[in-house]
């Protein structure tokens, strides 16, 4: 069940700090995704890559970025961390027959 | 783009009973409809799919229906158990790449 992977799994932080989050998969997809889980859990998509290239880039503050060193990584970085950053952050890859495999999830609790 | 709109937000039904959850899409050209599963902690799970090629499909205790002339669809559960818990999202798509969500719906199974 390691087919799409993240680390860390828990992140707690100070306010203005600057974290990454990491993505792997390894099921050879193209494309990767990922997505904000508010305490709501409506699941918000962020960024999109495909092949290293970025396809979707939803409305999200550019304190986040976004970078795929190869298709199979997709790692998200966030500078100056605000209080409303906190949620959990899933990975997911696009797999034939349009279906997503998401990762166990980031849940990111920013002090 | 794609909006999705996904009602009931929450259910409760008592075990033994069926459980419905309906959605609406608004971009006739979405022609993929996921239904996933988020256990407690957990990560969303893809539980049963359709295209707009089928009217309907089943799969043990869960069915989806999808009307594309009226851009609904529906999930179906019977014979609730407890571990039908969870919050299902509805999706629907794709659009260059992108699925959008429902809001999601938290099912609770009463013993």
């Known amino acids: 069940d390691t087919a799409v992977s993240q680390t860390p799994k828990y992140l707690v932080t100070q306010m203005g700090n600057d974290k990454s989050i990491k993505c792997e998969q390894n099921l050879g997809h193209d494309t990767m995704y990922w997505y904000k889980q508010d305490s709501k859990k409506f699941l918000k998509i962020m960024f999109s890559y495909n092949n290293k290239e970025l396809i979707i880039n939803e409305t999200v503050p550019n304190r986040f970025s976004p970078k795929s060193p190869d298709k199979a990584h997709l790692n998200l970085h966030i500078n100056s961390l605000e209080l409303g950053d906190s949620a959990v952050y899933f990975c997911?890859?696009?797999?034939?027959?349009?279906?997503?495999?998401f990762g166990p999830g980031t849940r990111l609790l920013v002090l | 783009g794609e909006n999705v709109e996904q009602h009931p937000s929450t259910l409760s039904v008592q075990e033994g009973d069926s459980a419905v959850i309906k959605c609406t899409y608004s971009?006739?050209?979405?022609?993929?409809f996921p239904w996933y599963k988020q256990e407690l902690g957990k990560r969303p799970q893809l539980i049963i799919d359709i295209r707009s090629n089928v009217g309907e499909k089943k799969d043990q205790r869960i069915a989806v229906t999808l009307n594309k002339t009226a851009k609904h669809f529906s999930l179906h559960i019977t014979e609730t158990q407890p571990e039908d818990s969870a919050v299902y999202f509805c999706?629907?798509?794709?659009?260059?790449?992108?699925?959008?969500f429902g809001a999601g719906t938290t099912v609770t199974v009463r013993a």
């Open positions: 997911a890859s696009l797999g034939p027959q349009e279906t997503q495999y």
């Open positions: 999706a629907a798509g794709p659009n260059d790449y992108k699925l959008s």
């Open positions: 971009d006739s050209a979405s022609n993929y």
